[in-house]
């Protein structure tokens, strides 16, 4: 593609079989990249294993020293400059993005979008005042300051990679940590690559940002390495629980960003076409591959046939094909086994008694948008997180039997209520219990500037983003200052 080649942030001749350690260096082993659209090799990069983390974690440990005592404004210099680079480079970068995760160009643009305006975030970091003066004894200076831990683990996901990786790359880095980042192995580029290409560009010291995509045992040995005290994941819930069980025997730090099985709830006073579009957008948008995608849609029982005809008919519309090759609203599913477990979900769901409305279907890796309808808590479509096209449509006659339903899940992401009555839609949303909630809106949002986290099996605490990072990142210390020791009893 003629726009990568004119683009240092997009040409996959710099990192050919390659890991990001500063430069690019030689990797022992290579990772093939398919781009989802077409079924066809895209790039090669270099394949991390343990060893390559372990001397990515020493490197890493050597340099971060030296970051932390670098003047804050130097610091943040470093991420305005990124911030430029990335912008300059935006159209490429998209590009790629979009072709490596197989989502539309809007999708990529977005992704570029909301990366420049974390690595904007970042550069206020460093020059953003923290800490506090203690009351403590006569003579005595008290204070707590937050400094950085070291090493930052990074471990991130397919689905939306650029965002997901840099929102716990750049904070943390902003603040005096060094990075070591394991992307998805089939989004190098969009997970890791990128992020290397323009920070490396804008300065960052070398050491500092380790890129080394690789499966689930360099993930491993990121968790296990010793010179680690904190994993910052997003990804499954699965993956999740077996990262938390061994970032506890390590004793390290933790943040966790897992699945969803988020609820939008409509009310009979709703506006239908509006409510529709929210649904569909919620429930297809990149394929409903997003950890917020609207995966129940709970509708009261007035409404639900004459809503579940008009997203049908909106979802049989909606064009689906690579895209690559032209204006479509739905892009390929990641992979095979992504498909299969889809097509599991939604055949399970029907021989128990769902009903497919539309979709259904899949030619290759495009799934069709579907609707489900007469989805009842026990089906698979009710419980599981789909990471598919699928709107699941279950009635309701009340608001308090919306309210359980909703809460009817081990996760806790995020939730909408859609009603002509704000009061009313803001009494059922204060009884939901989900890190992020939508009033007059689908589930799917994010701003980069606000705490971002569930509850329950979606993750540890609203702990990502805007007023959250700064005690993310960094511990507390608890110092005081006397002007001579003074006399002890023995
Ligand atoms: P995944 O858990 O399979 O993989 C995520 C990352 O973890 C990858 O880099 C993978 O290589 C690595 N990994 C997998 N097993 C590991 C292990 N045992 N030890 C260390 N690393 C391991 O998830 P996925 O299928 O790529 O992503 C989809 C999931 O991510 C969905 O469940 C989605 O809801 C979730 N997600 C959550 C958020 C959020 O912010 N809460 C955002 C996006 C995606």
């Given at each position: 593609m003629d726009i990568q080649a004119a683009s240092p942030v997009a040409d996959a001749a710099t990192w050919q079989g390659k890991?990001?350690?500063?430069?690019?260096?030689?990797?022992?082993?290579?990772?093939?990249?398919?781009?989802?659209?077409?079924?066809k090799p895209l790039h090669t990069v270099g394949k991390a294993g343990p060893s390559e983390v372990t001397a990515a974690v020493t490197r890493a440990r050597a340099a971060q020293r030296g970051w932390a005592a670098t003047a804050p404004r130097e610091r943040a210099a470093v991420f305005h400059r990124a911030a430029a680079i990335l912008q300059e480079h935006a159209a490429a970068a998209a590009a790629l993005i979009a072709r490596e995760t197989g989502g539309i160009l809007a999708k990529g643009e977005h992704?570029?979008?909301?990366?420049?305006?974390?690595?904007?975030?970042?550069?206020?970091?460093?020059?953003?005042?923290?800490?506090?003066?203690?009351?403590?004894?006569?003579?005595?200076?008290?204070?707590?300051?937050?400094?950085?831990?070291?090493?930052?683990?990074?471990i991130s996901p397919f689905n939306f990679p650029l965002v997901l990786s840099l929102r716990s790359v750049a904070p943390a880095l902003a603040v005096g940590n060094a990075v070591v980042l394991k992307p998805d192995p089939r989004t190098p580029y969009a997970g890791g690559f990128v992020i290397a290409?323009?920070?490396?560009?804008?300065?960052?010291?070398?050491?500092?940002?380790?890129v080394l995509p690789g499966g689930a045992d360099a993930g491993q040995a990121l968790v296990e390495a010793p010179g680690v005290p904190m994993i910052a994941f997003t990804g499954s819930t699965a993956a999740g629980r077996r990262i938390g069980e061994l970032a506890g025997r390590h004793l390290k730090k933790v943040s966790l960003e897992l699945g969803g099985k988020n609820?939008?709830?409509?009310?009979?006073?709703?506006?239908l076409d509006k409510a529709v579009s929210a649904i569909a957008f919620g429930a297809y948008f990149h394929q409903g591959q997003i950890c917020m995608?609207?995966?129940?849609?709970?509708?009261?029982?007035?409404?639900?046939?004459?809503?579940?005809?008009r997203l049908a008919e909106k979802a049989r519309h909606l064009p689906v094909g690579d895209p690559a090759t032209g204006q479509v609203a739905l892009g390929p599913i990641i992979d095979q086994r992504q498909l299969q477990n889809v097509k599991d979900i939604v055949d399970a769901s029907v021989a128990a008694g769902a009903v497919v409305e539309a979709g259904g279907t899949h030619e290759?890796?495009?799934?069709?948008?579907?609707?489900?309808?007469?989805?009842?808590p026990g089906m698979r479509a009710f419980e599981e997180e789909v990471f598919g096209p699928v709107a699941n449509i279950i009635p309701f006659d009340h608001d308090e039997e919306a309210i359980e339903l909703a809460n009817a899940t081990e996760y806790g992401l995020?939730?909408?209520?859609?009603?002509?009555?704000?009061?009313?839609?803001?009494?059922i949303g204060e009884?939901?219990?989900?890190?992020?909630?939508?009033?007059?809106?689908?589930?799917?949002?994010?701003?980069?500037?606000?705490?971002?986290?569930?509850?329950?099996?979606?993750?540890?605490g609203t702990s990502v983003g805007g007023p959250a990072d700064w005690e993310q990142y960094t511990h507390w210390q608890w110092v005081t200052v006397k002007d001579a020791v003074p006399q002890y009893p023995f």
């Open positions: 890991l990001f350690d500063g430069q690019w260096i030689a990797a022992p082993a290579t990772l093939e990249v398919i781009e989802p659209g077409t079924g992704e570029v979008r909301e990366a420049i305006v974390l690595l904007q975030r970042a550069a206020a970091m460093p020059l953003h005042a923290t800490g506090q003066v203690l009351p403590s004894v006569p003579g005595r200076l008290s204070l707590a300051r937050q400094l950085p831990l070291g090493v930052i683990g990074v290409e323009v920070l490396a560009a804008a300065g960052l010291p070398e050491g500092l940002l380790h609820a939008l709830i409509v009310l009979d006073d709703a506006d995608a609207t995966g129940r849609v709970l509708v009261q029982r007035g409404i639900a046939a004459e809503l579940t005809r290759g890796l495009f799934y069709a948008p579907t609707v489900l309808s007469n989805v009842r995020s939730a909408g209520v859609i009603s002509a009555s704000v009061g009313r839609a803001m009494a009884r939901l219990h989900t890190g992020l909630l939508h009033i007059n809106d689908q589930t799917v949002a994010d701003e980069v500037v606000n705490p971002f986290g569930g509850t329950g099996a979606s993750g540890n």
